[in-house]
T-cell receptor, first 113, second 113 residues
Framework: EPEVTQTPSHQVTQMGQEVILRCVPI?????FYWYRQILGQKVEFLVS????????KSEIFDDQFSVERPDGSNFTLKIRSTKLEDSAMYFC???????????FGDGTRLSIL | QKEVEQNSGPLSVPEGAIASLNCTYS??????FFWYRQYSGKSPELIMS????GDKEDGRFTAQLNKASQYVSLLIRDSQPSDSATYLC?????????????FGTGTRLTIIP
């Protein structure tokens, strides 16, 4: 069964450094998303991406964050200057179309020291 | 603020019994409703989707939606120890094609052998 893949599974970074989290969505899916989950808290929406542009972003997704689809398969989340509070699980998700279920990758655990 | 509310639990159910999980949502414009299962340290896994009022059954799972009451539920029949997990209710409001998921905090379910 097709799945969303994310790399790396765990990223440890010093505060202030840049990180890039990578995702390969399911191949025939058109909508892509990033979510995060701080330990013990609920899953929070960060950004949605469709037709090579951001369609919506949350208040969390400030100027430190950016997303890119550099080729036909990868979808990346960049955090330019990490803060301690960026420590969380980051999930990539994709869906086939409007109102279709979103399928999640296994996530990247980001630890900021 | 658009909210999705769930009882955080823990909900303990004997093996073989029916587990009943409930969720309410605040935005009457909500159009799509999903139940995800999340094991500790893992990503959300789609269990059920429901879009119209009534019941939808898939194996041991039944999702129920009542848009007038802004209420969605999940029933798990013949509960198994492997069903022990946190169950996340998620809702989308389609707004100009944007379809972010808004999650509840989840209900922790424990199946007692």
């Amino acid at each position: 069964e097709p799945e969303v893949t994310q790399t790396p599974s765990h990223q440890v970074t010093q505060m202030g450094q840049e990180v890039i989290l990578r995702c390969v969505p399911i191949s025939n899916h058109l909508y892509f998303y990033w979510y995060r989950q701080i330990l013990g808290q609920k899953v929070e929406f960060l950004v949605s991406f469709y037709n090579n542009e951001i369609s919506e972003k949350s208040e969390i997704f400030d100027d430190q964050f950016s997303v890119e689809r550099p080729d036909g398969s990868n979808f990346t989340l960049k955090i330019r200057s990490t803060k301690l509070e960026d420590s969380a699980m980051y999930f990539c998700a994709s869906s086939e179309g409007r109102n279709q279920p979103q399928h999640f990758g296994d996530g990247t655990r980001l630890s900021i020291l | 603020q658009k909210e999705v509310e769930q009882n955080s639990g823990p909900l303990s159910v004997p093996e073989g019994a029916i587990a009943s999980l409930n969720c309410t949502y605040s935005d009457r414009g909500s159009q799509s409703f999903f139940w995800y299962r999340q094991y500790s340290g893992k990503s959300p896994e789609l269990i059920m989707s429901i879009y119209s009022n009534g019941d939808k059954e898939d194996g041991r799972f039944t999702a129920q939606l009542n848009k007038a009451s802004q209420y969605v539920s999940l029933l798990i029949r013949d509960s198994q120890p492997s069903d022990s997990a946190t169950y996340l209710c998620a809702v989308t409001v389609t707004n100009f094609g944007n379809e972010k998921l808004t999650f509840g905090t989840g209900t922790r379910l424990t199946i007692i052998p």
